[in-house]
């Protein structure tokens, strides 16, 4: 069992901690590294050039280009298959959904009378 509850095991040995949040990706590496990105070890006290050095371990955020579907439950006639707000630059489905329902509540598209509004983000290639 590790000595702190925000760092966890994986299978092939090596442990990981969400060092900046959940919404980045985890930090990846040995026990101690972990620790000392996490500023647990009393022995390690790291100087500014280590920091950025265990930063690097880190994988920075991908933004990718999303287009995402706006359907509503009592489409009107002229939008029967929604409507799509597309080249959203996100990084993840959550961010690009977020982003086109501020975009739609922006245009007046949710302003009310359709039902339900439903948004679906879709990888663009």
Not at 16 to 35: H, K, R, W
Not at 48 to 54: D, I, K, L, V
Not at 70 to 79: G, K, M, T
Request: charged share 20%; glycine share 8%; with cysteine.
């Amino acid at each position: 069992m590790t000595p702190d509850n925000r760092i966890g095991k994986l299978n092939n040995g090596l442990f990981y901690a969400y060092v900046d949040g959940y919404s980045q990706p985890p930090l990846t590496g040995t026990l101690a590294a972990i620790e000392a990105a996490l500023g647990l070890t009393a022995k390690t006290i790291l100087t500014e050039n280590q920091r950025a050095a265990h930063k690097g371990l880190k994988a920075k955020p991908r933004t990718a280009s999303w287009n995402v579907n706006l359907r509503f439950q009592h489409p009107p006639w002229d939008a029967p298959d929604g409507l799509w707000y597309q080249a959203i630059q996100a990084e993840n489905k959550s961010c690009a959904n977020a982003t086109a329902r501020r975009m739609a509540r922006d245009d007046g598209h949710l302003a009310g009378g359709c039902g339900r509004a439903t948004f679906t983000a879709h990888e663009a290639i």
